[in-house]
């Protein structure tokens, strides 16, 4: 009994990080202990970040606590050290057929805790500690015990292969650069490793988002199943009494129809199960720490093939019914005429575009231009403080419009701003280059108010807009303002699918990064418009060309 209380504090004794017993323990504030060198080697990855956290409970700290050895600790670890008590390893603790066995380990082998990509050898919890100990052992990568440690040695040199060749796509030694890969774009597999895992979570970003479209697709066809069987049961309903032959025909017609969904249904459904599992080898992928097995197993994977445009669902096909319900008390060969009529005219076919799912926005920068469109400043609508070249305005000083013109009712009269003359009503994409210290990027109905706070882009129902300034940017809509985070960029993207309800803007660079979304309903047509609030501004909607061009 005696063994196994000192069994159990040891336990309590034991760092989280090595699994041993406290070295030189120190306490972090939040209030659990780890040896001070394992809590220094794991907060040596945060630096680059300043923010630091538990390895226990993930509390974040900042600045980096300071660490003052617990001399308390101390001595009750040293005490159970002079014990000898340590308990023998339990038959888990032993390297099964499935387990990585510690390389050192001489016997019966240890399961192996870590393995080391500096040394190419797999340790046990005991053969680890000089790892934590010894400082020639700091620089050294633990990862999760591996069995595929000399896939890191090069066959050819017999050297750790610490460098990735860009240009041939593989993991190399140093003596291979030097070899048949001089000269070809190198880097080291840890700066290979990171730069592919943030691809990898861009395109999990995108399947997510493609899974989020699929499940509200389903949501619609499960909408349209939902309309179809209604319908017909009020059909029947209102016309049973009448004409009871034709309750047969309804049903007939409801069957077509359903089946047909729900074939589109379990198409879409399908879709959403491989994203999923898409979406978990990716995550399965960021998750391995070995550069060469990740960077191996990245060139091996399959690349995400862009969602296609897919039609919209158009939910139009009940008239029919209405019709039957409407003219059921006619004559019965009247009603059969019509109702043939109608199905003829609405009815589901097999084809893609019959029962059609809402188009799936553009991914890259090519397919936006798709929808490029040639924009014109409306100079009638310029404020007075505004000067304009061509599609350029400028923020001024002074009036720049003569008194007859400066009376043009579709002037702004109280803030800077402008409408462009295009009204927007389809699928359209365009670019503002802006600079000076904050600048609007809206779209608006043509009857958004002139004059007061209400005529502010964004301070209505009647406008979008993205308020873009040097340190950041900012959504408004009804007067509701939300901070939008993002790269900064001179340039704005705005993407606006008018039937499907979405405008979006993304900021513009080497790439293109989602700034902010909206999904609404759109009442009628939508007009670009500038803001300029600030002396020296100056925006400009520009044509939308290829990076390359």
Known sequence: MAQRGVQLDQEKLCCSICLDLLKDPVAVPCGHSFCMNCIKSYW???????????????????????????????????????????????????AGPEDVACDVCTGRKLKAVKSCLQCLVSYCEQHLQPHYEAPAFEKHKLVDPSKKLQDNICARHSEVMKIFCRTDQQCICYLCSMDEHKGHDTVSV??????????????????????????KEV???????????GSADKAVRDSEKIFTDMKQQIRSRQKTEVTHINKLQEKVEQEITDLRRKDADLEQLLHLEDHTQFLNNYTLLPRLSEASDSPSINI???????DATATVSEVRDKLQDILSEEWTKTSLTETEGDVSLPQSEPKTRSEFLQYSCQITLDPNTAHACLSF?????????????????CRHPDRFISWCQVLYRESLSGRHYWEVEWSGRGVFVAVAYKDISREGRESVFGNNVKSWALQCFNNGYEFRHNSIRTSVSG???????????????????????????????????????????????????????????????
């Open 44 to 94: 040596e990855e945060d630096d680059q970040k300043k923010v630091y956290s538990c390895p226990q409970c993930r509390q974040t700290f900042q600045p980096r606590p300071a660490l003052v050895k617990n001399t308390m600790l101390a001595d009750l670890a040293e005490e159970l050290k002079k014990t000898g008590l340590r308990a023998a390893p339990a038959d888990h603790c032993y």
């Open 190 to 215: 840890a700066a290979e490793m990171t730069a592919k895992q943030k691809e990898l979570e861009v395109s999990r970003q995108n399947i997510q988002q493609r899974i989020q479209d699929r499940e």
């Open 219 to 229: 949501k619609l066809l499960q909408q349209e199943v939902e309309a179809v069987n």
């Open 316 to 322: 139009c096909s009940l008239s029919y019914t209405e």
């Open 389 to 405: 070249k061509r599609s350029t305005a400028y923020h001024g000083s002074h009036h720049l419009c003569n008194q007859e013109s």
């Open 487 to 549: 790269p900064q960029s001179s340039k704005i993207g705005v993407y606006l699918d008018h039937p499907a309800g979405i405008l979006s803007f993304y900021s513009v660079s080497d790439t293109m990064t989602l700034l902010h979304r909206v999904q609404t309903t759109f009442s009628r047509p939508l007009c670009p418009g500038l803001s300029l609030f600030y002396h020296s501004d100056r925006a400009e909607i520009c044509k939308a060309l290829n990076i390359e061009d």
